[in-house]
């Protein structure tokens, strides 16, 4: 049986804030946890944060000063000394073996720094969607924050990639995509709901589940569907979430008239009822894109969830996507720029039922042998271990 680890946690976005990486903290946590190490999270106050960590397997404590990983230079360096006295004083008390950070800036910079007073590892996650510029960081900070990393674990190669650009050692990498978790998000008999609430009973349904912002690419596909409506006129295009585009996005729907009842916004959706809106489809679609500013997908928790539910997926060929999803295998990717793309992608996966189903077979099979949180949770701690037994 393997030797239990001690590790802190740093988080710099974390439960109950909603969003990819406060999962990905929580249940890398957890699944470290219930495998037997001593597992410490230091996260700031969030709204919701007491009843949240009263729930949780594993200790959470929260600092007051909180920092949002959108800081920019002046508050990171405010915050510099309460943050270093946190971190150092609860490493020391629980004599971890190692520090994690959820991502490098600006949360990493204080790790780096408190692992270097202390002489133990760091290691830190990196997702892709990290500008340290737009955060306002000087390049000796981020150079520290990321030559400092004994390990940097990379949500995806494009992840690795950016991060390799802004000066990370390629040699201290390594890949690990995000998790699902193949028990809360299964096929199940919950879709009838929905179509029924929707009187979607007979209709061909794609979806898009999530925040509405612009770089997910659901303009594209209310582009795309006077083109799918050609080849499958009986598909509405569902799209649950709120946003930031929400509003672009409805104006969008409403000019062509041939898209009147075609295109449905359902409004947020509950943890629940997302794995009901996943069962009620019959493709997820989300042609993610990377914008001017950088802004692009780092997590695609999203596609794994539609795999899980045993759905094909349509997505972009950008940021994490290409790590999501196989393309033929358990989804097809397209140009998300190109509407006309995005609309053959659906078009074939609507209307060769057999080969959307063999996808949607394929994804859910992948999910559950190699991309499980606990499958997740494995390969961290393999890293977290290697640098702990001075790797």
Not at 42 to 51: F, H, I, M, S, Y
Not at 90 to 102: L, S
Not at 264 to 293: H, Q
Request: aromatic content about 8%; proline content about 6%; some cysteine.
């Amino acid at each position: 049986m393997p030797i239990p680890l001690n590790i802190l946690i740093v988080a710099a976005d974390f439960k109950p804030n909603p969003g990819g990486v406060a999962e990905y903290t929580h249940q890398v946590a957890r699944r470290l946890y219930l495998r037997g190490d001593r597992v410490t999270v230091l996260a700031g106050r969030t709204p919701g944060d007491e009843a949240f960590d009263k729930g949780c397997d594993y200790e959470v404590l929260r600092a007051d000063c909180t920092l949002s990983p959108r800081s920019l230079d002046l508050e990171v360096v405010a915050c510099l000394p309460e943050w270093l006295r946190v971190i150092g004083y609860v490493a020391r008390v629980r004599q971890v073996d190692c520090i994690f950070c959820d991502r490098p800036f600006p949360m990493g910079l204080y790790c780096a720094l408190a692992a270097c007073r202390l002489c133990v590892p760091y290691v830190v996650a990196m997702h892709g969607h990290e500008t340290p510029a737009a955060l306002g960081l000087r390049p000796i900070q981020k150079d520290y924050a990321l030559r400092r990393a004994d390990r940097l674990l990379c949500a995806s190669r494009h992840a690795r990639d950016r991060m390799a650009e802004q000066g990370a050692p390629l040699d201290r990498m390594a890949v690990i995509p995000g998790g699902v978790d193949p028990e809360a998000f299964r096929p199940t008999h919950g879709g009838r709901g929905v179509r029924d609430r929707y009187h979607l009973n007979g209709h061909r349904m794609v979806l898009t589940l999530g925040r509405l912002v612009e770089r997910r690419g659901v303009d594209r596909v209310i582009s795309a569907m006077e083109r799918v409506l050609k080849g499958a006129p009986d598909t509405v295009y569902v799209v649950a979430g709120r946003g930031p585009y929400e509003a672009e996005l409805r104006r969008q729907a409403q000019a062509p008239p041939g898209l009147r009842g075609h295109v449905l916004f359902a409004g947020p959706a509950s943890d629940r009822e997302r794995v009901d809106f996943y069962n009620a489809c019959d493709v997820f679609a989300m042609p993610c894109r990377e914008l001017a500013d950088g802004d692009v997908e780092g997590f695609g928790t999203a596609f794994l969830e539609a795999n899980a539910c045993g759905k094909p997926v349509v997505a972009g060929r950008s940021g994490v996507a290409p790590d999501a999803v196989v393309d033929g295998y358990n989804g097809l990717l397209v140009d998300p720029w190109d509407a006309e793309d995005v609309a053959y992608g659906l078009t074939m996966l609507l209307t060769d039922r057999d080969y959307a189903q063999r996808l949607g077979e394929n994804g859910l099979r992948r999910v559950r042998e190699e991309l499980s949180w606990e499958k997740v949770a494995e390969r961290v701690r393999e890293e977290i271990r290697w640098v702990v037994e001075g790797g």
